[in-house]
C-alpha cells in the first residue's frame, strides 16, 4: 500500500538559496498578488472555512494587512511563499490578539526603550512543492532581521499543533493557553526571544548563524522571560526535552510503557519507539473547553491521550467519550492527509501527543525501518478509531 507521504517523498525539492528572491510588497499589485496566494494555499489547498475572505476576487486579507510588512518568496517570476510582521506598542494590537497573546503580562519586562516594541509574524506559508526548500526559512530570518534591528525582544506567533515542532526547532518556545481561532483550529501562543541567543545554540536553530554574528546583546529580558514563564512550566519544549526524559513522562502519564499502551508502536523495541517519539512527537497540554479536533478540517497529526477525558460533539447518541491512556482520537493525519470526522473536545484537563505528520517524513527518510512499521501498524484493522 502506497500512502501519501509515500509518494511525496519521491519528489525532491533541488532548488538552491541563491535562486530564490525574497522582498517586501510595496506596490498594490504584489500585495494583491499574496493576498491572491494565501486564498490557494488556506482555502483551496487546506480547505478552511474562514469568515474574512473575498471568495469572489478569491482573495484573503484582513485588517492587519493595512499595517504589516509583507514579505515574500519568489522563484523566477512565481510567488512561492509569504510571511507577514506587524511591529508595535500593545495599543496598536486589537484587544483581542493582545489577549491571546499574553501581551499584558510582558509590559512588566523590563526595556531599553520608553514603550514596549511587540511583532506578531502571521500567514506564514509557502506553495506545496517547495515545502522543502529554503523559502521558510528566508521569511523567518528576515522577519528575526526586521525585529533587532526596530529594538523588539519578543516576536509572537500562533500555530496548529502539527507545526510545534516546527516552530520550536527555529528557536519558538510556548508559554501561555491554546485558544480556538474561528476558521483556524485550536492554535498555541508562541514566541522567539531575539536576544537568546544561547537558546537558538541549542537547539540548533537555523537563525544561529544570523544571532551568533551580532555584538553584546542585553540578555535582561532573555532572564526575565526564563524566570516568569519557563522556570516553573509544565510544558516540554521538543527541542529541549531528552528522548530519556520525554519516555519517563509517558511512562508516568500512561502508567506503563508506551510500547504497551500505544497501538502504533506495537512491535517496535523500546530503543526504536524512544527515537520515533522523541523525532515526531509534541507534548501538548488541554484545558477544559479545548475544541481540539473540528468535523471537515485536514489532518495533519495523530493524536494520542495520554490522561484526562474528551467528548465528541458529533456523535451524541450514545454518547462517545475518549478516556484511555494510550488512545487515538481524531483522523490520522500522520500518514494520509484526511479530514476529521468529529469535534471533539477536551471535557476536563488533558495530556496529549501529538505526532506530525511533517516530521514523520523526514524520519521515514532517516529511520526507514522504523517508519515502516508504524505505517503497518496504522494500517492494521482497529488501530485507528
Not at 142 to 156: A, D, G, I, T, W
Request: glycine letters at 4%; aromatic letters at 10%.
Amino acid at each position: 500500500m502506497t500512502t501519501n507521504y509515500q509518494k511525496s517523498l519521491t519528489t525532491t525539492n533541488e532548488i538552491s538559496k541563491e535562486s530564490l528572491i525574497l522582498g517586501i510588497a510595496t506596490t498594490s499589485a504584489e500585495k494583491k498578488e499574496i493576498y491572491q496566494f494565501r486564498y490557494q494555499v488556506y482555502v483551496e489547498e487546506m480547505s478552511k472555512q474562514l469568515e474574512k475572505v473575498d471568495t469572489a476576487n478569491k482573495l484573503l486579507y484582513d485588517e492587519f494587512d493595512e499595517w504589516a510588512i509583507l514579505l515574500f518568496v519568489k522563484l523566477g517570476s512565481e510567488l512561492i511563499a509569504t510571511a507577514r510582521i506587524n511591529i508595535g506598542t500593545i495599543d496598536d494590537f486589537p484587544r483581542e490578539e493582545a489577549t491571546f497573546l499574553s501581551l499584558d503580562a510582558f509590559q512588566d519586562c523590563p526595556t531599553e526603550s520608553e514603550h514596549h516594541q511587540f511583532a506578531f509574524v502571521t500567514k506564514i506559508m509557502v506553495a506545496p512543492a517547495h515545502r522543502s526548500s529554503q523559502a521558510f526559512y528566508l521569511l523567518i530570518a528576515k522577519c528575526y532581521e526586521l525585529c533587532f534591528s526596530n529594538q523588539v525582544q519578543f516576536m509572537f506567533g500562533i500555530c496548529n499543533f502539527h507545526l510545534i515542532r516546527l516552530y520550536e526547532k527555529m528557536g519558538t518556545h510556548r508559554y501561555g493557553k491554546n485558544f480556538f481561532l474561528p476558521g483556524y483550529g485550536l492554535q498555541t501562543p508562541l514566541v522567539l526571544l531575539i536576544n537568546d541567543v544561547e537558546h537558538l545554540r541549542m537547539v540548533r536553530s537555523p537563525l544561529f548563524r544570523i544571532a551568533r554574528k551580532r555584538e553584546a546583546v542585553n540578555r535582561e529580558a532573555v532572564e526575565w522571560f526564563h524566570n516568569k514563564f519557563i522556570q516553573h512550566s509544565p510544558i516540554l519544549n521538543s527541542q529541549n526535552v531528552t528522548e530519556e526524559k520525554l519516555w519517563t513522562v509517558l511512562c508516568e502519564c500512561l502508567g506503563c510503557l508506551p510500547t504497551k499502551s500505544i497501538m502504533i508502536l506495537s512491535n517496535l523495541s523500546i530503543a526504536e519507539a524512544k527515537k520515533f517519539l522523541h523525532c515526531c512527537s509534541s507534548y501538548v497540554l488541554c484545558d477544559p473547553g479545548n475544541l481540539i479536533t473540528t468535523q471537515g478540517d485536514i489532518s495533519y497529526t495523530y493524536n494520542i491521550l495520554l490522561s484526562g477525558k474528551l467528548k465528541s460533539l458529533t456523535f451524541l447518541h450514545p454518547v462517545k467519550e475518549y478516556s484511555l491512556p494510550g488512545q487515538n482520537f481524531g483522523a490520522n493525519g500522520l500518514t494520509e492527509h484526511i479530514k476529521h470526522t468529529e469535534d471533539i473536545v477536551a471535557i476536563e484537563s488533558a495530556e496529549i501527543l501529538i505526532l506530525s505528520g511533517t516530521s514523520f517524513q523526514k524520519f521515514f527518510h532517516s529511520n526507514p525501518e522504523i517508519a515502516h512499521k508504524i505505517v503497518q501498524n496504522i494500517i492494521k484493522p482497529g488501530s485507528s478509531k
